[in-house]
């Protein structure tokens, strides 16, 4: 994803620019292209006004409810105390030209936000490319995934394969960070799509042996078979993962290595999961101790708004950070 830091007015219009060229990209035409810099500039105005400092995130998204732009913007400010009255149509939180979130809602193709008082806010604007294919299908997953500042190219890389009875997912974290790192996690990825119909384990196995070539990394694989009830994980370095179900946070099991390179076992662990439960799966640049637990039914959001948060408050300042979050998209 592209990443904007907001911490003053003359950012927004950065913001706006680099999300614009994001859809352009990928065919926006000039009239779409005006719905992200509505959205952008409203939202990244109110960070300016009362959650500096704070962060634009664009990327694109496809999956099963279409495809197009997705904007994440978070902050850690003073939060809404009557997030009732902010997402009213027309009513300017943010001192813009007063289209206010509520218009951002309407004019998004899918709109989630999360303010808590003191603890900041996360908003997620989806706008699609084609709005008359937009699906009102559950979305079964979502990530952030940021380069180290200074850096283009992201080291992390995830996948997931969604599937009739579940879904497979892959977090690869490339040693390092850079081009070299993202060199090994994009060679990773294109084995993850070779195997991905096979057990976690041997998928993992199938990765180890084909990274000798580059520097390798920490690789994460994880199933969730819905009929059976159960995540299978296995894991070689620090991608971690956790089934959140409810105030409950159950972490899996990853062993020591380097995919590529050094691992002395590979070996599946098998976890009950169950069709409300979210899987969460991180790379190095998130802090192994976060939590969901100051923000309490955020487990029905969206998946991305979700990523988001995990992201903006456990992100580590000096490597690339990806978060994946992924649920049963039948719900």
């Not at 990274?211 to 995540?231: D, K, P, Q």
Request: with cysteine; aromatic share 6%.
């Amino acid at each position: 994803m592209d990443r904007v830091t907001v911490t003053e007015a003359s950012q927004v219009a950065e913001a706006r620019r680099r999300a614009v060229a994001v859809a352009q990209s990928i065919g926006f035409d000039e009239t779409a292209a005006g719905r992200i810099a509505l959205v952008v500039t409203e939202l990244a105005t109110n960070v300016v006004k009362y959650g500096v400092p704070g962060e634009v995130l664009v990327g694109t998204y496809e999956d099963g409810t279409g495809s197009g732009v997705e904007i994440l913007v978070l902050d850690k400010g003073e939060g809404f105390s009557n997030l009732g009255l902010a997402l009213t149509d027309g009513h300017s939180t943010g001192g813009s030209a007063g289209e206010g979130l509520g218009a951002v809602r309407r004019i998004s193709d899918a709109f989630d936000i999360v303010s808590r008082p003191e603890l900041g806010t996360a908003v997620l604007a989806r706008l699609s490319i084609d709005r008359k294919a937009v699906s009102d299908a559950v979305p079964g997953y979502g990530a952030v995934a940021v380069p180290l500042k200074g850096e283009t190219a992201n080291g992390d890389a995830y996948a997931v394969r969604e599937r009739a009875d579940g879904w497979t997912a892959v977090v690869s974290d490339g040693l390092g960070h850079g081009p070299e790192a993202a060199k090994a996690s994009e060679e990773a990825l294109k084995l993850f799509r070779r195997h991905q119909d096979k057990p976690p384990a041997a998928i993992l196995s199938a990765i180890h042996a084909g990274l000798s070539h580059t520097r390798g990394g920490a690789i994460s694989v994880a199933r969730y078979e819905r009929n059976r009830g159960t995540l299978a994980f296995a894991g070689i370095g620090n991608v971690l993962g956790a089934v959140v179900s409810g105030t409950v946070t159950k972490r899996t099991v990853s062993l020591a290595g380097t995919a590529g390179h050094a691992a002395r076992r590979i070996q599946e662990f098998e976890y009950p999961m169950r069709p409300d439960d979210l899987f969460v799966l991180c790379s190095d640049g998130i802090a192994t101790a976060w939590s969901l637990d100051a923000h309490p039914g955020i487990a029905a959001a969206h998946p991305t708004l979700v990523a988001g948060v995990i992201y903006r408050d456990f992100a580590r300042a000096w490597d690339d950070a990806t978060v994946l979050v992924v649920r049963d998209g039948t719900r």
